[in-house]
Nanobody, 128 residues
């Protein structure tokens, strides 16, 4: 059974850091682009970052540029999102999603409809 599991969320003070992980079970991340999304309370889900299937292209929402870093380790079937200098507005449920993209045709931050499988999310709360 295919499954995606996010972990690493929690409560952190403003200015702090968290490292989120996204791991696949039952299938390989190879040839998949991986995206991170978040949904703040009362708001729509938004794209935060994406990494190409080869790992050589990364994209970030303006709100994440300079503070977040996405990376992947296909041997571990895991994608990471390092989040530094966290702000209260980063609070939300963070989701990982995968999009089949062996030819690397996806560009920028692909919309949600491009992603086939989603994790259940991990809660990130930035508060003093």
């Amino acid at each position: 059974q295919w499954q995606i599991v996010e972990s690493g969320g929690g409560l952190v003070q403003p200015g702090g850091s968290l490292r989120l992980s996204c791991t696949s079970f039952g299938f390989s991340f190879h040839y998949y682009a991986i995206g991170w999304f978040r949904q703040a309370p009362g708001k729509e889900r938004e794209g935060v970052s994406c990494i190409s299937s080869s790992g050589d292209r990364t994209h970030y929402a303006d709100s994440a540029k300079g503070r977040f870093t996405i990376s992947r380790d296909d041997a571990m079937n895991t994608v990471f999102l390092q989040m530094n200098s966290l702000k209260p507005e980063d609070t939300g449920v963070y989701y990982c999603a995968v999009a089949w993209d062996p030819e690397q045709t996806l560009a920028g931050l692909p919309p949600e409809k491009e992603y086939e499988y989603w994790g259940q999310g991990t809660q990130v709360t930035v508060s003093s």
